[in-house]
């Protein structure tokens, strides 16, 4: 796997505060504001090992267009160097130089159109110590939906190393079914 964890998911929001508020006092999570690479600070919550970072709409972080949602996940990478060189064995684009990140890391863009469309940079590793909760311990998948699901798997899985925990069909979303599985 070219990044070691799930180091940050980053959601954008029309009003930062109603989420924020949402996931301390529903979820327990504590706030940390954090170095937004921009100059300010940014709201984020630990889950486990991942950082949450809420951002408000038309933050430098994440583009002055960006709708309210996530916007893009970053896996950390102890040597982004490397990380960056993994990426490029596996046949995917990366940006050349690094950009400023969360609590002053660098990161680096994956080329979306490389990853089924979906927003991914490398990081640097943030502090997760910082504001965990026994409230959540983790972030337990991240679900990915494409147009072209074989595609998605291929590069995903095959070329970056990511577990497929499973695979839902839009057959599966019109028909209500109770289903239960276990490990």
């Given at each position: 796997?070219?990044?070691?964890?799930?180091?940050?998911?980053?959601?954008?929001?029309?009003?930062?505060?109603?989420?924020?508020?949402?996931?301390?006092?529903?979820?327990?999570?504590?706030?940390?504001?954090?170095?937004?690479?921009?100059?300010?600070?940014?709201?984020?919550?630990?889950?486990?090992?991942?950082?949450?970072?809420?951002?408000?709409?038309?933050?430098?972080?994440?583009?002055?267009?960006?709708?309210?949602?996530?916007?893009?996940?970053?896996?950390?990478?102890?040597?982004?160097?490397?990380?960056?060189?993994?990426?490029?064995?596996?046949?995917i684009a990366a940006a050349a130089h690094p950009k400023p990140g969360l609590g002053g890391r660098k990161?680096?863009?994956?080329?979306?159109?490389?990853?089924?469309?979906?927003?991914?940079?490398?990081?640097?590793?943030?502090?997760?110590?910082?504001?965990?909760?026994?409230?959540?311990?983790?972030?337990?998948?991240?679900?990915?939906?494409?147009?072209?699901?074989?595609?998605?798997?291929?590069?995903?899985?095959?070329?970056?190393?990511?577990?497929?925990?499973?695979?839902?069909?839009?057959?599966?979303?019109?028909?209500?079914?109770?289903?239960?599985?276990?490990?």
């Open positions: 796997m070219f990044g070691q964890t799930l180091a940050y998911v980053a959601l954008v929001a029309r009003d930062p505060v109603v989420p924020a508020a949402l996931l301390e006092r529903q979820l327990g999570l504590a706030r940390v504001d954090r170095d937004d690479g921009h100059g300010g600070k940014v709201a984020t919550f630990t889950a486990g090992e991942t950082v949450i970072a809420l951002f408000p709409v038309g933050h430098p972080f994440v583009g002055v267009d960006a709708p309210p949602g996530v916007h893009h996940i970053a896996f950390g990478a102890a040597d982004l160097n490397k990380g960056i060189a993994l990426v490029r064995d596996a046949g990161r680096i863009a994956i080329e979306p159109t490389s990853l089924c469309g979906i927003r991914t940079w490398l990081t640097e590793p943030l502090d997760a110590s910082a504001g965990r909760s026994s409230a959540v311990e983790r972030i337990d998948h991240i679900g990915v939906a494409s147009g072209d699901n074989q595609a998605a798997v291929a590069v995903w899985s095959q070329q970056l190393g990511c577990v497929v925990e499973s695979q839902q069909t839009d057959m599966e979303m019109m028909i209500p079914v109770e289903s239960f599985t276990s490990d």
